[in-house]
C-alpha cells in the first residue's frame, strides 16, 4: 500500500476557522441514514409525535365541526328532508297503498317478500326520520349547547390536556433518542466533530420527524374527527366541512408539532454537545 | 527547556527512532517529544470521599515511540489516557501535544486537535453502529474537510491494508469483535494522526485475536509514523512496546524499556517474533 505521507507541516498553529464543518448534503445524509437506519426506533418516538398530534387536531378539528355543523346543519337539513318528501310523494302517488302495505307485511310475522319498490319506500323513511331527529337534535342543541359554561370549560380542559400530552408525549421521545446516543456523540466528539455540527444533526433529524410525524399526525387527528362526525350527524358533514376553521387547526397544530419536535431535541442535544467526551461516553441511559 | 531536556534524556534516551527524528529535523515545529504531561493530577468526588485517580504524573513520550501503560484495574490508566487526548482536563498540571499546552486550546482548537493529531481506539471499539465499516473509516476525514471521493478512496485503502478489503460495507453488528477493532484502528489512522491513544483495545477480545491487534498496531506504527500510546492490565500484550510505564494507584512506580522487559516474546500471528 501507497505510504502517506508523513504531514510534518501540520500544526495547531494558524488552523483555517471553518464554520461549517460538513457540508450540508453530509449532514442531511448522516440524519437521514440515523433515522432510515433506526426505523423501529425512530417510528416508536415518531408515532409518540404522531399520537400527540392526532389528538389535539382531533380535539381542536371536532370542535370547530359541531360549531359548523349546528350553524349551518339545520338548513341544510331542511332541504334535505323537502327533497325526501318529494321522493316520498312520488312512491305515494305510483302507489297509495304502499305505506299500509309495508305496515302490514312488517307486522306479519311470517316476514312474506317485499317488492323493489316497497324495499325502497322503507329506506326512505328510515332516512327522513333520522334526518329529521338530527335536525331537531341540532336545532335543541344549538351554539348554546357548545357554548353554556360547563362545555365551554370542558371543551378548554380537553384543549389544555391536549398541549399537556403533546408536550410531555413530544419532549419524552426527542430526549430519549438524544440521551440514548450519548456515547455515540462522545465518540464522534473524539474524531473531531464540532460541537455545532451534533446540535446540527439533532437538529435536522427532529426536524424529519418533527414533519413526518406532525404530518401523519394531523391526518390521522382529521380522519378521526371526520369519522366521528359522519356518526354523529350523518353524511350531511361532508358538505358542511368547515374549511377555513381545519386550515387553521392544521397550520396551529404543525407549527406547534414542529416547534415542540425540534425544541425538544435543541436542549438535550445542545447539553450532550457540550459535554466532554468522556462525560458522553461515560453517561448512562 | 531545561526541563524539557531533563525529561528527555531521562525517559526517552536511547530508543531507536529515525524516521522520527528525521521528521522532526525537517520541520523545526515539531519537536522530538510528542506528548509530554507534567504533573498531572485528576481528583474524583465520589459520595463526600476524594478519589486520587491521578497523583502528579509526569511522562513524555518521543515521535514514533510505542508505550505501553500497564496497571491494575482502577490504578489510573483510562484517566490518563483521556487526559492526554484532550477528552477531559486534568485538576493540576499540564499536557502539551506537539508542545502545545492544551488546556490554552479552545473548543474549535481542541476539536482540530482530535480530528488531526489523535486517533482515538476504545475497548469497546466505539464505532458508530448505523454507519458502515466505510463510513466509520472516512467519518473523521469528512470532518477533516476531505472530499467524499477522497475520503472514500483512502478509507478503502486503510481497510484493505488492516484487512477488511471485503468488509467494507458491512456494519459493525455485521463484524466479528476483532474485526470492528481493525476498523477501529484503520479510523484511528483516517487523518494520519501523530500519536494513537489505544485504551485497552484488546479487553474485549480473545487471547489470539488481541495479539494480532497488537501486533497489527506495531506495524502501522512504523508504517504510518505514527506514537502509540496503548493502556493494558494484561502482560501478554506488551510484547511490542517499546517502552512500558507502569502505574499504581495513579503514580507512575517504573519503567521499562524493551530490551529490560522480562516478557517472553512468543508467536504472535503464527510468526515468531
Ligand atoms: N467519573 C468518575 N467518577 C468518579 N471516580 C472515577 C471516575 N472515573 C474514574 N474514577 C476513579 O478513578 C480511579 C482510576 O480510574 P481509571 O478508570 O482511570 O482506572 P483504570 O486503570 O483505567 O482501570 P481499568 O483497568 O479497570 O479500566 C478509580 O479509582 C475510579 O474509581
Ligand atoms: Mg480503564
Redesign the pocket.
Known amino acids: 500500500m501507497a505510504k502517506y505521507e508523513y504531514q510534518s507541516g501540520k500544526t495547531i498553529h494558524g488552523i483555517q476557522r471553518r464554520r461549517r464543518q460538513l457540508p450540508i448534503h453530509h449532514t442531511l445524509h448522516i440524519a437521514w441514514q440515523n433515522i432510515r437506519v433506526r426505523l423501529g426506533r425512530s417510528l416508536l418516538v415518531t408515532s409518540g409525535i404522531i399520537l400527540a398530534l392526532a389528538f389535539l387536531t382531533y380535539i381542536r378539528g371536532s370542535d370547530i365541526l359541531a360549531r359548523n355543523v349546528v350553524t349551518q346543519g339545520p338548513p341544510v337539513l331542511g332541504e334535505r328532508i323537502e327533497e325526501l318528501e318529494a321522493q316520498r310523494q312520488a312512491f305515494l302517488a305510483a302507489d297509495p297503498q304502499i305505506a299500509s302495505k309495508l305496515k302490514a307485511k312488517n307486522a306479519d310475522e311470517d316476514h312474506p317478500p317485499k317488492t323493489a319498490e316497497e324495499n325502497q319506500f322503507e329506506a326512505l323513511q328510515k332516512k327522513m326520520r333520522r334526518t329529521q331527529q338530527i335536525r331537531a337534535g341540532l336545532e335543541s342543541e344549538g351554539l348554546t349547547g357548545l357554548d353554556d359554561k360547563d362545555a365551554r370549560i370542558q371543551t378548554r380542559w380537553m384543549l389544555s390536556l391536549a398541549m399537556l400530552v403533546s408536550f410531555v408525549g413530544i419532549l419524552n421521545a426527542m430526549l430519549l433518542s438524544v440521551t440514548e446516543r450519548y456515547a455515540e456523540i462522545g465518540t464522534m466528539k473524539c474524531l473531531g466533530a464540532l460541537d455545532s455540527l451534533i446540535v446540527e444533526l439533532f437538529l435536522i433529524e427532529s426536524f424529519f420527524q418533527g414533519v413526518l410525524g406532525t404530518t401523519a399526525g394531523i391526518v390521522i387527528g382529521l380522519a378521526l374527527t371526520l369519522i366521528e362526525g359522519q356518526a354523529r350527524y350523518g353524511s350531511v358533514v361532508w358538505t358542511l366541512i368547515p374549511y377555513g376553521g381545519f386550515l387553521s387547526t392544521i397550520l396551529i397544530c404543525f407549527t406547534a408539532g414542529i416547534v415542540l419536535t425540534i425544541g425538544g431535541a435543541l436542549y438535550p442535544g445542545y447539553r450532550a454537545a457540550k459535554m466532554r467526551p ?1 462525560e458522553a461516553m ?1 453517561a448512562e441511559v | 527547556m531545561e526541563e524539557k531536556k531533563k525529561t528527555d534524556s531521562v525517559e526517552t534516551a536511547g530508543i531507536p527512532s529515525s524516521s522520527a527524528a528525521a521528521a522532526a529535523e525537517e520541520n523545526p515545529l515539531l519537536s522530538e517529544l510528542v506528548v509530554r504531561a507534567v504533573g498531572v493530577k ?1 481528583l ?3 459520595g463526600g470521599e476524594t ?1 486520587h ?2 497523583r502528579g504524573v509526569d511522562l513524555s513520550v518521543k515521535r514514533g515511540e510505542y508505550v505501553s501503560i500497564m ?12 487526559m492526554i487526548g484532550g477528552l477531559d482536563k486534568p485538576d493540576e498540571g499540564q499536557v502539551f501535544i506537539d508542545e502545545v499546552d492544551i488546556a490554552a486550546l479552545d473548543t474549535f482548537e481542541l476539536a482540530w486537535l482530535r480530528c488531526h493529531k489523535i486517533g482515538y481506539i476504545f ?1 469497546t471499539f466505539n464505532l458508530i453502529p448505523v454507519a458502515s465499516a466505510l463510513e466509520n473509516v472516512m467519518m473523521p476525514m469528512l470532518f477533516a474537510g476531505m472530499t467524499q471521493a477522497d475520503a472514500q478512496d483512502k478509507a478503502a485503502e486503510i481497510l484493505k491494508r488492516v484487512g477488511l478489503g471485503q468488509r467494507l460495507l458491512n456494519k459493525p453488528s455485521q463484524l466479528s469483535g476483532g474485526q470492528q477493532q481493525r476498523v477501529a484502528c484503520a479510523r484511528a489512522l483516517a487523518n494520519d494522526p501523530a500519536i494513537i491513544l489505544a ?2 483495545p484488546t ?1 474485549n477480545l480473545d487471547l489470539k485475536t488481541g495479539e494480532e491487534i497488537i501486533h497489527m498496531l506495531e506495524e502501522l506504527k512504523s508504517e504510518f509514523f505514527v506514537t502509540v500510546i496503548s ?1 493494558t ?1 494484561d502482560h501478554k500484550m506488551l510484547a511490542a512496546s517499546d517502552r512500558v510505564v507502569y ?1 499504581t494507584d ?1 503514580s507512575i512506580t517504573d519503567i521499562k524499556r524493551r530490551e529490560d522487559l522480562d516478557i517472553t516474546f512468543g508467536t504472535i500471528g503464527g510468526q515468531t517474533h
Not at chain 2, 496497571?71 to 483521556?82: Q, V
Open positions: 468522556v461515560r | 485528576k474524583y468526588e465520589l478519589v485517580a491521578l496497571g491494575p484495574s482502577g490504578s489510573g490508566k483510562s484517566t490518563l489516557f483521556n475497548q485504551d485497552e479487553g493502556a492490565h502505574l495513579g
